[in-house]
């Protein structure tokens, strides 16, 4: 084997190691941040029980609230905006790494396209 098509197998090899090992951390982001995700759901699931959380605290000390006004609160709720913060950071390593996974991709297709078939 000469030293080119040499290089072009390790970086192919190299690239094909590299999507594997990346399985796991696209598939998880893509279950919530892709197309069909479950982020969404979760954020309003977190986001109605801290307004339950909300609306009982007010009920405890028989004080009326408006439902806007609870959901003006869960919003600039501290866990909320914790959930928000940390979901947007994972967000943006799975988009990198949907990005480096594209990359290798088409990387791997210049690498072994052959256009005598």
Same mark, same amino acid.
């Given at each position: 084997m000469s030293a080119p098509t040499t290089f072009v197998a390790d970086e192919v090899e190299t690239l094909f190691q590299q999507l594997a090992e990346s399985n796991e951390d696209w598939a998880n982001g893509a279950s919530l941040y892709g197309p069909g995700g479950l982020f969404d759901a979760?954020?309003?699931a977190?986001?109605?029980?801290?307004?339950?959380?909300?609306?009982?605290g007010y009920a405890e000390k028989q004080e009326k609230v408006t439902e806007a006004r609870i959901e003006? #609160?869960? %919003?600039? %709720?501290p866990d909320y905006q914790?959930?928000?913060g940390t979901s947007?950071?994972?967000r943006a390593r799975w988009l990198l790494c949907d990005a480096e996974r594209t990359c290798a991709q088409l990387r791997?297709?210049? #690498?072994?396209?052959n256009p005598v078939r």
């Amino acid at each position: 084997m000469s030293a080119p098509t040499t290089f072009v197998a390790d970086e192919v090899e190299t690239l094909f190691q590299q999507l594997a090992e990346s399985n796991e951390d696209w598939a998880n982001g893509a279950s919530l941040y892709g197309p069909g995700g479950l982020f969404d759901a979760s954020r309003k699931a977190r986001l109605a029980l801290i307004a339950a959380e909300i609306r009982d605290g007010y009920a405890e000390k028989q004080e009326k609230v408006t439902e806007a006004r609870i959901e003006e #609160l869960a %919003h600039a %709720h501290p866990d909320y905006q914790k959930f928000i913060g940390t979901s947007t950071i994972d967000r943006a390593r799975w988009l990198l790494c949907d990005a480096e996974r594209t990359c290798a991709q088409l990387r791997l297709k210049v #690498l072994t396209y052959n256009p005598v078939r």
